[in-house]
């Protein structure tokens, strides 16, 4: 779901101040869809990649919950910075805590994957 993120901080957002509003809201029903399936495809995708990898299934699931209630809060908490910061550091501490306690090999594979995919920021 990096596709998306990386669009939400995008500064250019005077340029759609000028569309007519059939093509704003032509624009944004493709962003919803884009939105619905990059959310119902990823933790399938994240699952592949990971088990590919050779992390153990049991640690995938554990990321894939930890990965999903950080993108709900971050959603949830949208509207308030200070919350969402408070909330985005305790994911983040959540998230070192889960690499702590998982053995050396599956937190390797978890921190190269999280690398290559842009991951970190995201909690």
Not at 71 to 81: I, L, M, R
Not at 95 to 112: A, C, H, R, T, V
Request: with cysteine; proline share 4%; glycine share 4%.
């Amino acid at each position: 779901m990096s596709g998306i993120w990386d669009f939400l901080k995008f500064d250019g957002w005077e340029i759609l101040k000028g569309l007519q509003p059939k093509t704003m809201k032509q624009l944004l029903g493709v962003l919803a869809i884009y939105v619905v399936c990059s959310i119902a495809q990823e933790p399938t995708q994240i699952r592949k990649e990971l088990l590919a990898m050779g992390m153990k299934p049991k640690y995938v699931e554990e990321y894939i919950a930890l990965e999903a209630k950080s993108q709900k809060d971050q959603v949830t908490f949208a509207n308030d910075p200070v919350k969402l910061q408070e909330i985005k550091k305790a994911n983040k501490k959540k998230l070192y805590k889960f690499m702590d306690n998982s053995p050396g090999q599956e937190m390797y594979w978890l921190d190269i994957w999280m690398v290559k995919n842009h991951r970190y920021y995201m909690f």
